[in-house]
């Protein structure tokens, strides 16, 4: 599979049994529904968001973006209670895409805040911000 962003190739990565995709140019990471959450729940994130945040910062600015898998437009995302933090989901499989130093960004800024239970409510918020759009689609 070929980064949405950059084109370039992505490295499926495996943690505990989650595979997701990483790609090689602008470590930006594909997950399929709710991979997120299982990774932020069950892994070290800094394993599996090696890539640069400066250059995640930078590639966050791209926002028109074609899904990988379906190759419709995906659509712009916020994280409810941290809106500086976009991404970009899918609304035909529900994939999405996060830049690089994002999934970081998400588990740091929680365990900092709130301990583990917070981590794994932000989580899921991510979980609602699809079914929510799902439904505006319907
Ligand atoms: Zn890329
Ligand atoms: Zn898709």
């Given at each position: 599979?070929n980064c949405?962003?950059c084109?370039?190739?992505?490295d499926?990565?495996?943690?505990n049994?989650?595979t997701?995709?990483?790609c090689r140019?602008?470590?930006g990471?594909?997950?399929?529904?709710?991979?997120?959450?299982?990774?932020i729940?069950?892994?070290?994130?800094?394993?599996?968001?090696?890539g640069?945040?400066?250059?995640?910062?930078i590639?966050?600015h791209i926002r028109?973006?074609?899904?990988?898998?379906?190759n419709?437009?995906m659509?712009?995302?916020?994280?409810?209670?941290d809106?500086?933090?976009k991404?970009?989901?899918?609304?035909?499989?529900h994939?999405y895409?996060?830049?690089?130093?994002?999934?970081?960004?998400?588990?740091?800024?929680?365990?900092?805040?709130?301990?583990?239970?917070t981590?794994?409510?932000?989580?899921?918020?991510?979980g609602?911000?699809f079914?929510?759009?799902?439904?505006?689609?319907d």
């Open positions: 599979m949405p962003k084109s370039e190739l992505m499926a990565v495996t943690e049994g989650i997701v995709d990483r140019g602008c470590g990471i594909w997950f399929d529904l709710f991979e997120a959450e299982d990774i729940e069950t892994v070290d994130v800094s394993t599996v968001d090696t640069s945040k400066a250059k995640g910062i590639m966050d028109d973006i074609k899904c990988p898998k379906c419709i437009a659509q712009t995302a916020s994280d409810r209670e809106p500086t933090l991404f970009e989901v899918c609304t035909g499989c994939g895409f996060l830049d690089a130093g994002e999934l970081k960004d998400m588990s740091n800024v929680t365990a900092v805040e709130s301990g583990l239970e981590l794994i409510h932000k989580a899921k918020m991510f609602e911000a079914k929510s759009m799902h439904y505006k689609q």
